[in-house]
């Protein structure tokens, strides 16, 4: 061994004042890193706000616990695509219709099992109409306006090979008497159609959405281009000043995203509210 290989006693203190300067560096990385940490469980915190607060339209307006127990028996009987969240959310938009006392009835286009519609069948008014339009029944064809995400999902459809809510639920769409189960479950949720003015409405949106009573709110949950656009055009110039419509579809299907930017791209007396749902609101004249 030579000098050069050999730790003189001179390089103990060497060594060690090393050591101390590598714990010392240590220290300020973990420092650092605490730092980095709580700062991205702050960002998390405010995105998670930021999501609620896309569904949370009206905190003015809570669902009361009642209502809230009736909504999570409607989502455990598998009877609505929406989470309770956003069922809760279009339920806070009829609240707000009542307690604004906004003139108009109140519109669902696109209710299949019904989940949705009820639920704002026991939020409303009795005495305020509700009309629910639906083909109950095989959903239309999609159309050249729409993107391979919705003629991918039709093709499964057509192809039989669609499933339920539940592990053992049909499609919807394959059942035989789509309208008599709906109307069923209106009553065993607490909301006998003919006692609270709900009218079902079976056909195509193209054929059944007619006529020119003002409304304050609708719910449009069509899917694809032509169902929405079709909703758009009949029932948007009847919204009453403050009026709403809730677009389930915005985010999920490209045919619905498309329908609504280019119905609203030129009509400046609407409000779009990009939320976690898109909200479409008359501006007061
Ligand atoms: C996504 S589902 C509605 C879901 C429901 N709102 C819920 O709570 O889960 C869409 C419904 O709209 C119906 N639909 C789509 N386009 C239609 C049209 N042009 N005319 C009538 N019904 C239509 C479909 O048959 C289906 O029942």
Redesign the pocket.
Known sequence: MTDEQTPGPESTPDLRTRLQRTRRRLARAEQRLEARTAQLEKVQAELERLRTFTLDVFPDHPVPPGLTARLTAIRDEH????TGEQ?GSLVTCVLETEASGREGILV??????????I?MALAKDPSRPLKV????????PPSEADGPDVLQRYEKITAGKARG?AEDQEY??YRDD?LGEVAASFARHGVPTEEHRVALVQ??????ITGDEPIALA?V????Y???M??LTRLAPRLVPGGRIVV??YYTWSGCRTAVDEYFADRPEFRVEMRAKVHVIRRPS
């Not at 009877?79 to 929406?82: A, D, K």
């Not at 056909?203 to 059944?208: S, Y």
């Not at 949950?221 to 694809?224: A, E, F, H, L, S």
């Open positions: 009877l609505t695509f929406l069922l669902e286009a696109g209710t299949a099992q019904g989940g949705s519609a639920a339009y639906d083909v109950f029944g095989m959903i239309p809510l919807y769409g789509l056909g195509l949106f193209q054929d059944t719910h949950d069509g899917d694809w032509e169902s929405t079709t909703c389930d579809d």
